[in-house]
Every structure is written in C-alpha cells, then in structure tokens.
C-alpha cells in the first residue's frame, strides 16, 4: 500500500513549484511555502506532507540565518582586551585584593 507522502514524492508537477517557491523566498519556512502554494498554484498539501517532502528533497536547507552582531557590552570588552581582567594585572594576589 503507498501512503499519501509517496505518492506525491512522484507528482512531476509538485517538485519544479516547490523548488521555484523556494528559490525564490528562501526565508519561507514549510508553513508559508505551503500558504504560497496554495494561494498562487491552487494546490492543498497537508504541513506534515510538504515537511517531509521539503526534507525528502533536501528544499529546507536554502534557509539562511545572520550571525547575530555583538552586543555593546561584548564590543567593550574586546576593545578593551587584557585592561578588563583584574587578576592578570597583578603579579601576585592577595585575599580579597581583586574584589
């Protein structure tokens, strides 16, 4: 017996749209790949289907994330470098000297 995700990992016709749709909104996730389907291709696919179809035909690794930039914080003490550690500065240390 084939069940539902096989038999469209065979539709000639879903394969182009999907990768079209992703190539050209690669930020799409499966929800909103499946919402623009829908909308401009008049074609309903279940979530958990179009998922395990994007995952099937590797569509889900076109998404891309930005390395979030440093904090304020992290900029200072890069700038500031060894000056922020106390305990190097010190050539020898005494109890509650640091604090």
Do not use: C
């Not at 623009?36 to 076109?62: C, D």
């Amino acid at each position: 017996m084939i069940n539902f995700t096989e038999k469209m990992l065979h539709n000639p016709y879903l394969r182009p749209v999907l990768e079209e749709i992703t190539l050209t909104h690669p930020e799409y996730g499966y929800r909103r790949v499946g919402h623009e389907l829908n909308r401009e291709h008049v074609q309903m696919i279940n979530h958990k289907v179009l998922q395990k179809l994007n995952q099937l035909w590797g569509l889900t690794m076109m998404r891309s994330t930005r390395k979030p930039k440093p904090s304020r914080i992290r900029k200072a003490i890069a700038i500031a470098g060894d000056r922020v550690n106390l305990v190097v500065q010190k050539p020898e240390i005494q109890p509650f000297e640091v604090l």
